[in-house]
C-alpha cells in the first residue's frame, strides 16, 4: 500500500454509496482530495468500486471510489458498530477538488482514520 500524499482533514459529511443499483448510507470520517475514511454499517471487498455522493453545505459532490482497505469492529458479543472503509478517488469533478482546497485553508490538523 502506498502512502498518503494528501493530508486527511477531520469532517463529518453525509454520503450515499451506489453500486449496481443498490445504496447505502456513510458518514466521513476524513476527506481528502485522493481520499476519504467512511463509517457505514456495509462491508465492501478491498478493490470495490462505487459511486460517492458527499453531501456538503448546499452541494453535492460526486465521486468514483475504490476500496483500500476496511476494517468492522465489534463492540462484544452481536454488537456490531459502524465498519471503517478507506476510500482512493478514482474520478471527481473540479468542484471537488475546489471544495477540499477550502476545507484544507480553513481547517485545523487531521486526525488519523487508521
Partial sequence: MTKRKDKRISKSLLVNISQKGFEWLGVTLNISRRGMCIATTEIFPTQSEFQILIAAADDIYAVTGLVVWNMKRINGP????????????????????????????????PLGCR
Fill in 78 to 109: 452481536g454488537e456490531d458498530v459502524p465498519a471503517g472503509l478507506g476510500i482512493r478517488i478514482k474520478e471527481a469533478g473540479p468542484g471537488y477538488a475546489h471544495y477540499i482546497k477550502t476545507l484544507a485553508n480553513q481547517a485545523p490538523l
